[in-house]
């Protein structure tokens, strides 16, 4: 239902643009967020949107990490500039998803996309 893509490996200071297309039978997508799990540590929000505009980040991102959506494609975007080691974690996708024929929502996760900053 989610993948990600566009993880890999730069240097401190430089940029990554993640992609996370949703896919399968769709009726409405509520949200869509980014979240990442450094080693040994909990997974924690990135960013996320709701509606096009409603828009969260979390505090360690808060100015060098944009998130944008084209709900034409169904496709999560996060642009991560200024990036630094401590950046480095798997990043998930995440959706909640009213699928066509149920009444209500559900959560979706993508399968992880390494990001790895070196200082």
């Known amino acids: 239902q989610l993948q990600a893509s566009g993880g890999g490996l730069v240097q401190a200071g430089g940029s990554l643009r993640l992609s996370c297309a949703a896919s399968?039978?769709?009726?409405?997508?509520?949200?869509m967020a980014w979240y990442r799990q450094a080693l040994g540590k909990q997974r924690e929000l990135v960013a996320s949107?709701?509606?096009?505009?409603?828009?969260n980040y979390g505090d360690p991102v808060k100015g060098r990490f944009t998130i944008s959506e084209d709900s034409a494609k169904s496709t999560v975007y996060l642009q991560m500039n200024s990036l630094k080691p401590e950046d480095t974690a798997v990043y998930y996708c995440?959706?909640?998803?009213?699928?066509?024929?149920?009444?209500?929502?559900?959560?979706?996760w993508g399968q992880g996309t390494q990001v790895t900053v070196s200082s």
């Open positions: 949107i709701s509606g096009g505009d409603r828009i």
């Open positions: 399968g039978s769709i009726f409405a997508i509520n949200v």
């Open positions: 995440n959706a909640d998803i009213r699928p066509w024929g149920r009444p209500t929502s559900k959560d979706y």
